[in-house]
């Protein structure tokens, strides 16, 4: 797939479980941010957002937290399902949106 | 019924030669954008318009040439193209005012893979 040869943190994961994925922000300033998902040969999808005003937002089967403190952004995504496979990507509001640097997430049958 | 639709899907190319990929939005947003995703998946704004007033023109070669006939609409021409431009094409829309700094999703489209020979 699109994977092979890609050099991004790579999260794996049976399905069923409960997946994490993780974001470093550079901006303290930074005051809303987006989880995006990409499959293969697709354009990014948006998951789920927060703003800096909150701490923890949730959707459906997914959870986003915000650690303003150590400029920290995690994405929880419940029940983990083979269609949930993709790349993960953070973005974060600096008047424009910059998005971190992506996680493969891989979900074993 | 699509969103945001871009073409050409997937463009082939010779170096010095000049293309254009289209997009269309039928959200009825104000802004729209065009990305830059490598081969190692980092997705970076190149432009934003909004009204189709350029309001985002981050550092791009100014081979690169946006051009926004209308709101719906976001078409990018790029001239004498090089071996680095290949990648993929991201075009977006969203219905903040300004790119990005109101807290609106943006929409992306399908991508246009470009290949530089």
């Known amino acids: 797939g699109e994977s092979v040869g890609l050099h991004l943190p790579t999260l794996s994961v049976q399905e069923g479980d409960n997946s994490i994925i993780n974001c470093a922000y550079s901006n303290s300033a930074s005051d809303y941010f987006i989880w995006y998902k990409q499959e293969s040969g697709k354009g990014p999808q948006f998951i789920i957002d927060?703003?800096?005003?909150?701490d923890k937002r949730q959707g459906q089967r997914v959870t986003v937290l915000l650690n303003k403190t150590v400029k920290h952004l995690s994405l929880q995504i419940a029940a983990t399902q083979p269609g949930d496979s993709a790349v993960y990507f953070c973005a974060e509001n600096q008047g424009k949106l910059v998005f971190g640097a992506g996680t493969i997430l891989r979900v074993k049958s | 019924d699509t969103a945001v639709s871009q073409t050409p899907k997937y463009l082939v190319t010779q170096m010095g030669n000049d293309k254009s990929i289209k997009c269309e939005q039928n959200?009825?947003?104000?802004?729209m954008y065009w990305y830059k995703q490598d081969s190692k998946k980092f997705l970076k704004i190149m432009f934003s318009?909004?009204?189709?007033?350029?309001?985002i023109n981050e550092t791009v070669p100014n081979r690169f040439s946006p051009k926004s006939p209308d709101k719906a609409h976001l078409n990018l021409h790029i001239n004498s193209l090089e071996l680095g431009d290949s990648a993929v094409y991201f075009c977006?829309?969203?219905?903040?005012?300004?790119?990005?700094?109101?807290?609106?999703?943006?929409?992306f489209g399908p991508g246009t893979r470009l290949t530089v020979l």
């Open positions: 959200l009825g947003h104000d802004t």
């Open positions: 318009y909004n009204n189709k007033e350029l309001i």
């Open positions: 927060i703003r800096s005003n909150m």
């Open positions: 977006a829309s969203s219905i903040g005012r300004r790119g990005g700094s109101s807290y609106n999703e943006q929409f």
